[in-house]
Structure formats: structure tokens, C-alpha cells
């Protein structure tokens, strides 16, 4: 990262950190084992379980194209744990936006630190052309083998072929918010929800977050849609 880089991401670390705190109490660790209730095995426990994940998909968020989605959870320590969808099928939402949401999942919870959260939205101004941060993303590229292998049949699955994988990838626009499970505590995984225009994959990738009871952070406003 070049020197105006350096100084573009300590100026966003800065304005994070001296926004207004929440006012939301403390909560316990949701729970352990990924989509098949311990698939991440020797690489730290899931912040959710995959019934977790699939019913707190189903929260109701307008806005966008009111499309399905597609979300994906890490650990701490970057590996996918839950995978899940919101439509009725595995085809009701784009299917690119599975690994768009693990790559969102990796880069919240890459990024964020205790009192330093950095949901993927946050990135898109430094990532535009002449910004200190432009791309970025092409440091890290996700593990096609990783996000493609295994049968499609079980993809959104307790046994998603992703599980268990860090497949990593950098996604710099609205949909990865870090998960905390107490206030002022270092996160404990990072979720990423894609499916829709850039802004309400943010407001779902919240809603969905405070229904896991993993929203214990100030991390900046929902986005809101663009008049047109």
C-alpha cells in the first residue's frame, strides 16, 4: 500500500472510531459449528449455526430489486462456517452472489479489529479511480476452486462445499458487516449478504445481523438507494 493509501485507510479507521457508540447491551456467543454443526473444525468456532443463518434470512428488507439473497458467514479466523439463501431455491437468487458474499464475509472480518469495525461499504469511496486505495481488491483474489468445488445440489446447505474453506477475495461495496457479540469486544466473524443493488445488500447484511444478535458495534448509517 503506497503512502496515500496508508493515509486514505487511517483517515476511514479514524471516522469509525469517533462515531457515535451504540446503544445496544451486550449479548451472549450465539453458538458453535458451522452449517453442519462443526465442518470448520481446528479453525475456530462459528459465531452462528447454519439454522441460525437460514432463519434470520428470511428478515424482510425493502428497497433495490427486492431480490433474494445469498449469505455467508466466517470465523474469526476468515473460514467460511454458514452459508444460506432467502429465496425458496438454490436458483431464486443470482447465483454469482454466493461467493460475492464470502468474499464480503473475508474482507469485514479481515479488516475489522476491536473498536475498529469496517463493514465492505465503508471501502467503496477510497477504492474509486485516484483514491488512495484503488484496486485493492487485486491484492487478494478468491480461491475459485475453493468457492466452485463440490456438488451444486448442496450449495446454501448445512453441508455447502464452502464450509470448511478460506476461500478469501476482496469485495469493496455494501453487504460485509463484521459480526460482535459485545459491546466494545473484538468480532467474532464477519457476514456477508449479496443478491441485490449494493445498498440494500448493506441494510439486508444489518437486518440479518441483528437478528443473530451480533450487531453490538457502531459501524456507520444503513445505506439508503439512489433516487434512480
Not at 446447505?157 to 476461500?167: A, F, S
Not at 437486518?207 to 439508503?224: F, N
Amino acid at each position: 500500500m503506497n503512502k496515500l493509501g496508508f493515509i486514505a485507510f487511517a483517515t476511514l479507521v479514524g471516522a469509525l472510531i469517533s462515531a457515535t457508540p451504540g446503544s445496544a447491551q451486550s449479548v451472549a456467543f450465539r453458538g458453535t459449528g458451522g452449517n453442519a454443526g462443526g465442518g470448520n473444525s481446528g479453525e475456530g468456532a462459528c459465531p452462528v449455526t447454519y439454522q441460525q443463518l437460514k432463519s434470520a434470512m428470511g428478515v424482510v428488507v425493502p428497497g433495490g430489486l427486492g431480490n433474494p439473497m445469498w449469505g455467508v458467514v466466517v470465523n474469526r479466523n476468515g473460514t467460511v462456517c454458514a452459508v444460506a439463501y432467502s429465496g425458496a431455491t438454490v436458483t431464486s437468487q443470482w447465483l454469482l452472489s454466493r461467493q460475492i458474499a464470502a468474499a464480503k464475509a473475508f474482507t469485514t472480518n479481515g479488516l475489522s479489529l476491536k473498536n475498529h469495525p469496517i463493514p465492505t461499504i465503508a471501502l467503496d469511496p477510497l477504492v474509486q479511480p485516484g483514491a488512495g486505495l484503488f484496486n485493492v481488491a487485486f491484492g487478494n483474489i478468491q480461491d475459485a476452486a475453493a468457492a466452485y468445488k463440490g456438488p451444486f445440489s448442496s450449495w446454501g446447505t448445512q453441508n455447502d462445499p464452502m464450509v470448511g474453506n478460506r476461500i478469501g477475495g476482496t469485495i469493496t461495496f455494501g453487504g460485509g458487516v463484521p459480526l460482535v457479540a459485545a459491546t466494545g469486544a473484538e468480532p467474532v466473524g464477519g457476514l456477508g449478504v449479496s443478491g441485490d443493488t449494493a445498498c440494500r445488500d448493506d441494510r439486508f447484511s444489518r437486518a440479518v445481523r441483528g437478528k443473530l444478535g451480533l450487531d453490538k458495534v457502531s459501524d456507520g448509517t444503513p445505506c439508503v438507494d439512489p433516487a434512480n
